[in-house]
């Protein structure tokens, strides 16, 4: 059966490091990957996409690679801040046009 | 000015009631989707309509029943609440590409609604 899994439920680190999510998927061939980012009482909020003939997207601080021969998408979030503490969640695109969501991954920033 | 919202933010009800959760978009979008997020934080799609027309419905109790009056409203009516229901719903819009063409486009979602059923 088709799995997506973000294999770090929380990861903590100190900012000003350079913060790397994993998502990884089995019995799929998305077209694309999107990564969002979640707060507390509020909906996923979209950050990057990234197609599947694209190696690394950036934006900003931000950047994500897509290995389809690993099947697993990178999320890296350098000089991290307090700010940028939230849950992650990568989606990929289902056979339907749905996006279909990794768990996420909570990331927290200690000061 | 809020792109997607939903009404109410919060719900608290009895089992076995019937209840409304409204949802509108102000971004000209022709997809909207419901999602149903756990106890356990993982975001699941419900229902998606294309152009008032449902496209998606996953494997949902037929207690719960969507309604699109229009492209910029998705209304979801659960019936004979049970305690396995209390859950955060986000609503959701996007632009699909049209032409039977394969949309990129990014998710919009709603502050989402907690309900509760007790």
């Known amino acids: 059966s088709q799995k997506i899994e973000q294999n770090s439920e929380a990861l903590n680190i100190q900012e000003g490091k350079t913060a790397t999510l994993t998502c990884n998927y089995t019995?799929?061939?998305?077209?694309?990957l999107q990564w969002y980012r979640q707060d507390p009482g509020r909906g996923p909020v979209f950050l990057l996409l990234?197609?599947?003939?694209?190696k690394e997207k950036r934006k900003e601080r931000l950047k994500v690679t897509f290995d389809t021969t690993l099947k697993q998408s990178l999320f890296h979030i350098t000089a991290s801040q307090p700010a940028d503490s939230a849950t992650y969640l990568c989606a990929l695109r289902g056979s339907q046009g749905n996006l279909i969501f990794g768990k996420g991954t909570k990331l927290s920033v200690k000061p | 000015d809020t792109a997607v919202s939903q009404t109410p933010k919060y719900l608290v009800t009895q089992m076995g009631n019937d209840k409304s959760i409204k949802c509108e978009q102000n971004?000209?979008?022709?997809?909207m989707y419901w999602y149903k997020q756990d106890s356990k934080k993982f975001l699941k799609i419900m229902f998606s309509y294309n152009n008032k027309e449902l496209i998606i419905n996953e494997t949902v109790p037929n207690r719960f029943s969507p309604k699109s009056p229009d492209k910029a409203h998705l209304n979801l009516h659960i019936n004979s609440l049970e305690l396995g229901d209390s859950a955060v719903y986000f609503c959701?819009?996007?632009?699909?590409?049209?032409?039977?063409?394969?949309?990129?486009?990014?998710?919009?979602f709603g502050p989402g609604t907690r309900l509760t059923v007790l």
């Open positions: 990234i197609r599947e003939n694209e």
């Open positions: 971004l000209g979008h022709d997809t």
């Open positions: 959701a819009s996007s632009q699909e590409a049209s032409g039977g063409a394969m949309s990129y486009n990014e998710q919009f």
């Open positions: 019995n799929y061939s998305p077209a694309y």
